[in-house]
């Protein structure tokens, strides 16, 4: 779990954009679905069409996160 001094920041992700940086967990504060991302703790392997369900966070080192559905925090490293 995230303390408040592991993150640089944050930024609400609401649309189908695609991020990049290095986002360290991902907070749905709407009922989310990840369209695609990448997870560099898995040796750069992708994730695709992860839902991601209201009020749960996922942990790792995401460089790359794009949503197809619905509203998270993304917590930047």
Do not use: C, H
């Not at 609400?12 to 990448?38: E, N």
């Amino acid at each position: 779990m995230l303390e408040r001094e592991d993150y640089a920041g944050a930024e609400v992700i609401s649309d189908t954009t695609l991020r990049t940086g290095r986002f360290g967990a991902l907070q749905a504060v709407a009922a989310a679905v990840l369209d695609t991302g990448t997870v560099v703790d898995f040796t750069g392997d992708s994730v695709a069409t992860l839902p991601i369900p209201v009020g749960t966070t996922i942990y790792g080192t995401f460089t790359a996160v794009k949503l197809s559905s619905g509203k998270v925090i993304a917590y930047r490293l």
